[in-house]
Nanobody, 130 residues
């Protein structure tokens, strides 16, 4: 059974930065789309950034230019670098895996919706506050 473990959350002031890590086990990261989602209290879960096994990446409009997803498939780790954080970024952040896929689907398909993902981590809290 694949497992995903998020880390790196915490309390940061507006304008600050955090880097989240998603360490996965029990799966070949090359064959999985990996996404970062977040959910704030009273709000729906939303996609922050998502990626294909081959490294294609999408971002939500709200984080473009501030957040960067990167994958180190050899280390089974996916990162979310978050810069210029603001209070609206406060949420529980989750990573999720979709797959396995083969061929061009594995390399190019970027799953964008939460219902596409099969495996989820437990989440890490990010709080942006002065």
């Amino acid at each position: 059974q694949p497992q995903l473990v998020e880390s790196g959350g915490g309390l940061v002031q507006p304008g600050g930065s955090l880097r989240l890590s998603c360490t996965v086990s029990g799966l070949n990261l090359d064959a999985y789309g990996i996404g970062w989602f977040r959910q704030a209290p009273g709000k729906r879960r939303e996609m922050v950034s998502s990626s294909s096994g081959g490294g294609r990446i999408n971002y939500a409009d709200s984080v473009k230019g501030r957040f960067t997803l990167s994958r180190d498939n050899a280390k089974n780790t996916v990162y979310l670098q978050m810069n210029n954080l603001n209070v609206e970024d406060t949420a529980e952040y989750y990573c999720a895996a979709d797959g396995p896929h083969g061929g061009l689907t594995a390399s190019d398909y970027v799953p964008r919706f939460d219902w596409e993902y099969d495996y989820w981590g437990q989440g890490t809290q990010v709080t942006v506050s002065s």
